[in-house]
């Protein structure tokens, strides 16, 4: 059951450990899900996303001797609040060097919230192809959903209160991996 947090100090609420064991249930949870993994692609939602998505690859690869593409998503461009966030500015980091038409697209986030985010990563998705499906991974799901998007893959889910803070560290960025709350 989800647990109530309120706006206080900051509280580690997954250690490196718990971070870990979360990436080997997804990697196991992927692979029986999807087979041979041979049609399957992650692609990671900017800035936290690319990470796991490359962390989780290289822990299929090492237990399941396949590779999977790997892209990176900058959705700055389909956000619905654009005009408040990029006045007459343009900015679009995506990397995606792969044909995902037909594909079983994975996408990667460190947190879901309103869904937002992933509405926006959907329609930048569907601008580059037709995926066969796509699912979604997040290491945490802190509610407070705007939209009717749910996670396929979750770490751990949360409660927090509207101004609530969540941190995902990775050590690729942060030198640890941890996930926090104010």
Same mark, same amino acid.
């Given at each position: 059951?989800?647990? #109530?947090?309120?706006?206080?100090?900051?509280?580690? +609420? !997954?250690?490196?450990?718990?971070?870990?064991?979360?990436?080997?249930?997804?990697?196991?949870?992927?692979?029986? #899900?999807?087979?041979?993994?041979?049609?399957?692609?992650?692609?990671?939602?900017?800035?936290?996303?690319?990470?796991? #998505?490359?962390?989780? #690859?290289?822990?299929?690869?090492?237990?399941?001797?396949?590779?999977?593409?790997?892209?990176?998503?900058?959705?700055?461009?389909?956000?619905?609040?654009?005009?408040?966030?990029?006045?007459?500015?343009?900015?679009?980091?995506?990397?995606?060097?792969?044909?995902?038409?037909?594909?079983? @697209?994975?996408?990667?986030?460190? @947190?879901?919230?309103?869904?937002?985010?992933?509405?926006?990563? @959907?329609?930048?998705?569907?601008?580059?192809?037709?995926?066969?499906?796509?699912?979604?991974? @997040?290491? +945490?799901?802190?509610?407070?959903?705007? !939209?009717?998007?749910?996670?396929?893959?979750?770490?751990?889910?949360?409660?927090?209160?509207?101004?609530?803070?969540?941190?995902?560290? !990775?050590?690729?960025?942060?030198?640890?991996?941890?996930?926090?709350?104010?």
């Amino acid at each position: 059951m989800a647990k #109530a947090l309120g706006k206080s100090k900051k509280t580690r +609420i !997954l250690t490196s450990a718990q971070v870990a064991a979360i990436f080997a249930r997804f990697a196991r949870d992927m692979a029986k #899900a999807y087979g041979n993994l041979d049609q399957v692609v992650f692609i990671g939602i900017r800035t936290r996303g690319p990470y796991v #998505a490359k962390r989780l #690859a290289a822990l299929i690869k090492k237990r399941h001797k396949k590779d999977i593409p790997i892209g990176e998503m900058d959705i700055t461009l389909y956000r619905d609040d654009l005009n408040a966030l990029l006045p007459g500015g343009t900015i679009d980091h995506t990397r995606i060097p792969f044909d995902i038409a037909n594909k079983i @697209v994975v996408l990667f986030d460190d @947190v879901l919230h309103t869904g937002r985010t992933v509405r926006a990563a @959907v329609d930048h998705l569907i601008d580059l192809g037709r995926p066969r499906m796509i699912h979604l991974a @997040v290491m +945490i799901d802190r509610g407070g959903r705007e !939209l009717p998007i749910a996670a396929n893959y979750v770490g751990k889910k949360i409660a927090l209160k509207a101004g609530g803070n969540v941190e995902v560290r !990775l050590k690729e960025v942060d030198r640890t991996d941890e996930v926090v709350v104010q």
